[in-house]
């Protein structure tokens, strides 16, 4: 992947090479919504905010503690929101915003393609 920003072209052999200086826009892309169940919390929360010991059950194979960890790095991101149900005891439950929602169709394409490849 090219970014606009690059550095003089290395010669390697038969190809000249470009070297990017800056992340590319998929680069920059998979940081957001790339890494181990960011995806999947994204697509559960597409319908309707879920509470977070509900969306540990529906990811099966992930700990709390990384739901959480994850929970946090796309609430920074903006891609969901955490609302407090209540305090005691504590309950929150977390919701898809518009950020959030205008990923779910690279995630559409990604789920079509892994279907039509049987991946």
């Not at 590319?24 to 919504?33: T, Y």
């Not at 990811?59 to 609430?75: H, N, W």
Request: aromatic share 6%; with cysteine.
């Amino acid at each position: 992947m090219e970014s606009n920003k690059t550095a003089p072209a290395a010669t390697t052999g038969k190809k000249k090479l470009t070297t990017c200086l800056e992340p590319c826009p998929i680069e920059r892309g998979m940081r957001i919504i790339g890494g181990k169940w960011k995806a999947s919390i994204l697509w559960h929360l597409k319908d309707e905010p879920v509470r977070f010991n509900d969306l540990c059950r529906q990811l099966g194979g992930a700990s709390k503690k990384m739901v959480d960890q994850r929970l946090k790095e796309m609430e920074q991101y903006g891609l969901v929101n955490r609302n407090v149900l209540s305090t005691r005891p504590i309950a929150v439950s977390y919701e898809i915003t518009d950020f959030g929602r205008s990923a779910l169709c690279v995630l559409e394409k990604l789920r079509d393609w892994t279907e039509e490849h049987g991946v």
